[in-house]
Nanobody
Framework: VQLVESGGGLVQAGGSLRLSCAASGFTFDDYAIGWFRQAPGKEREGVSYIRSSDGMTDYEDSVKGRFTISSDNAGNTVYLTIDSLKPEDTAVYYC????????????????????WGQGTQVTVSS
């Protein structure tokens, strides 16, 4: 299993960024892909999630309206578009794969995700 993030960088507040997560080595329909972030001195937190089998998405309330998660047709690349970037969005962003155990629920907790990428740094300057 491999998850590789890319697309991070230094951006000014108010700008946009699109992160990519290239996934391989597992059956995509059996897993959800989540985007998480970890700021210095803080715990890792989830922000957005997608189920490749039907494109169902879910978001944490704190990012709704600014973050958009999507995937390509094959479902093996997942994107996170972040608009109206704020300095508090500064963090290492990780994508992860979590097994789906329900047709109705997308996992959101860190410990529900089995495989993780190495992360990509996003820094937002004010």
């Amino acid at each position: 299993v491999q998850l590789v993030e890319s697309g991070g960088g230094l951006v000014q507040a108010g700008g946009s960024l699109r992160l990519s997560c290239a996934a391989s080595g597992f059956t995509f329909d059996d897993y959800a892909i989540g985007w998480f972030r970890q700021a210095p001195g803080k715990e890792r937190e989830g922000v957005s999630y997608i189920r490749s089998s039907d494109g169902m998405t879910d978001y944490e309330d704190s990012v709704k309206g600014r973050f958009t998660i999507s995937s390509d047709n094959a479902g093996n690349t997942v994107y996170l578009t972040i608009d109206s970037l704020k300095p508090e969005d500064t963090a290492v962003y990780y994508c992860a794969a979590g097994h789906l155990y329900s047709d109705w629920i997308i996992p959101r907790a860190v410990n529900e995700y089995d495989y993780w990428g190495q992360g990509t740094q996003v820094t937002v300057s004010s």
